[in-house]
């Protein structure tokens, strides 16, 4: 793939370090000819991101850039996703789902930077993830020419590391550990090996940031979570980033077990998997936010915004996060949220994030219309005649029947 030049064409590789990336620096270079600038992420996962950068330098990249995206990351998908209680089939936070198309937007601005003509990523034929690069791709610069190495060799992962041996390039995967991991801020998530059989428990050595349930401290924690137009704004009384306190939330509600997710999902190409993933800070913050929807949006509100919200799941976990219909439900979540400020005290304990208080300076809760003692002020005798205009329309159809 040389250029009309001479030279040899750019491409701009969606880096992390891990097994299949690692040996897809040297592929591209092998088998494309091409000059390969890697790109990493800095979406809050573990890891020495320098020595990342390095790694690809050593494999033969001719540039291995770090973007620090975490606060992008944060106020751009994770606050969003939020605001949309998003949780695909239920379950999944969408950790994974909501990184790839920020990852990206950096490999198009980083090709623009790098006059490259290709951008490549190391997503399998059938997983999810080769559609969110590749749509997010053509959303935000259809003219970029897009590699899927994996799609071409369809390598195991026990060929991969052979490869990676035959080049001398260290992995952190080995044929007795075969687990596939990929983390951010928003979570964890964990498969191949043993739980691709969807009857086996998960070993404890799948989970990292959360400790056994059984294992976890006798006493409950109570946390607090203050929130500004539905964007959680400090914990326990401490101002801090979103950054920062989803951080904070991982390690405290991991410590408690919150977070572990064991669930069978339909992937986007049809076929189901079954995923392992730990998303403390994610399953406390869901939990919070719609609690405190709930007493601060109208019912008339609240039911016009939950069946979004499974479009927004869906939409991210699909690969349609730059889509005109996910854009419009972000600006239509925006303007609600404006309502959802308050606290909401949570009870963490052996796995479970439960709800036992709530409070808002925008509450609709009035303790006069909701008792049932003496301070009671709700108008009992204005009942009838609404039982009556809301019955009607029944009652005229039972009238009417032949």
């Excluded at 991210?316 to 439900?329: D, H, M, R």
């Excluded at 439960?354 to 049932?372: C, E, F, I, Q």
Aim: aromatic share 8%.
């Amino acid at each position: 793939m040389a250029s009309k030049s001479g030279g040899r064409e750019k491409v701009v590789l969606a880096y992390s370090g891990g097994l299949d990336t690692s040996v897809l620096v040297r592929w591209l270079i092998e088998e494309k000819g091409l000059d390969v600038v890697a790109l990493s992420a800095d979406l809050g996962q573990p890891g020495d991101m320098e020595a990342i950068r390095q790694k690809a330098l050593d494999t033969g990249a001719v540039a291995s850039e770090v973007a620090d995206a975490r606060e992008v990351f944060a106020s751009d998908f994770i606050a969003p996703a939020l605001w949309a209680n998003a949780l695909y089939q239920g379950s999944y936070p969408l950790a994974t789902a909501l990184a790839r198309p920020l990852i990206a937007k950096l490999q198009v601005e980083a090709a623009r930077d790098h006059g490259a003509k290709y951008v490549a990523h190391g997503c399998t034929g059938k997983g999810n993830d080769q559609v969110r690069f590749e749509v997010a791709t053509a959303a935000l610069d259809p003219s970029l020419e897009i590699i899927a190495p994996m799609r071409e060799w369809t390598m195991t992962r026990e060929e991969e590391i052979e490869y990676a041996g035959k080049w001398g390039i260290p992995v952190p995967v080995t044929a007795g550990s075969p687990y596939s991991i990929d983390e951010n801020l928003w979570g964890r998530s964990c498969e191949c090996g043993v739980l691709e059989d969807p009857w086996v428990e998960p070993p404890e050595d799948a989970y990292e940031w959360t400790t056994a349930p059984e294992d976890a401290p006798d006493a409950a924690r109570y946390v607090e979570i203050d929130f500004e137009g539905g964007t959680p704004v400090a914990l326990d009384g401490e101002k801090m980033g979103l950054v920062d306190l989803v951080l904070s939330l991982n390690q405290v509600g991991g410590e408690h077990a919150v977070g572990r997710i064991d669930v069978i999902e339909d992937r986007l190409v049809g076929i189901k998997s079954r995923e392992i993933y730990e998303a403390p800070a994610a399953v406390i913050l869901i939990a919070a936010h719609r609690d405190l929807e709930q007493l601060t949006l109208t019912r008339e509100a609240l039911s016009g915004k939950r069946p979004l919200e499974q479009r927004v799941a869906e939409m991210a976990y699909e690969g349609l996060w730059f889509s005109p219909l996910n854009q419009a439900i972000t600006e239509f979540n925006r303007l609600l949220q404006e309502r959802v400020t308050g606290t909401v005290r949570l009870k963490l304990f052996k796995g479970r994030a439960v709800v036992v208080g709530r409070r808002s300076p925008n509450s609709l809760y009035d303790t006069g219309l909701a008792t049932y003692d003496k301070a009671d002020v709700f108008d009992h005798s204005a009942s009838e005649g609404f039982i009556k205009l809301w019955g009607l329309p029944l009652k005229v159809w039972a009238q009417s029947k032949p």
